[in-house]
């Protein structure tokens, strides 16, 4: 059985709550890394997206198992990039990787300056080119911040990813798109989408 360790919503804002709250559940985590095989974060890793907050994320963020992290609508491009991944881009925050012959799909579904969510083109290209690459045999997971998907809460539904058409698509041509996980709700929740099962970090 694989394994995913999917949390969200982190917020670092630079208050000892919020930093200690994080740190227990990475504790809990990497107590039990023996049996994940991998651990995905998916967005709004600051909460107002400044430098130290990304700098206390860092210093956090620490597991034994494979990481995988995109960025979240609370995100700042610009100090993610810089910060986190040490790179100076204004890019999207997207990823992709191969763990324990599961593909990672980690995109960038965040809208800079908006709330709301978006699968950019370059970044849907990119993924199509990932998922071609991999091959029909291999397992895909998909993986961003915004659901693409009602969830019944009006204010979340308000500002969950648009243009979700445009995803759904890469099912009927990838069939091996096995599972979606999102964040951003605050709020566990388990859907579908695309025929295929849906997962909503809290």
Known sequence: MFVVAHISDLHFN???YTRSRIESTLGYINARAEG????????????EGS????????LVLDSPLPMLITAGNHDDRE???SCLLRRDSVTPVNSARVING?????????IPGENDGFIADETLDWMEEELVNAGPA?????AFHHPPVT????FMDSIKQHGEERVAALVGRHPNIVA??????????VTTFAGRPLCVAP
């Open 180 to 189: 979606f996980l999102c964040g951003h709700a605050h709020t566990g929740a």
């Open 102 to 110: 599961v593909l990672f799909i980690v995109a960038d579904s965040s």
């Open 36 to 47: 994940i095989d991998a651990l995905l974060v998916t967005g709004d890793i600051a909460d």
């Open 151 to 154: 969830l019944g809460m009006p």
């Open 138 to 142: 291999t397992r895909v997971l998909v």
């Open 79 to 81: 100090n993610f990039n």
């Open 51 to 58: 430098e130290a907050e990304y700098r206390q994320a860092g």
């Open 14 to 16: 630079g208050t000892r």
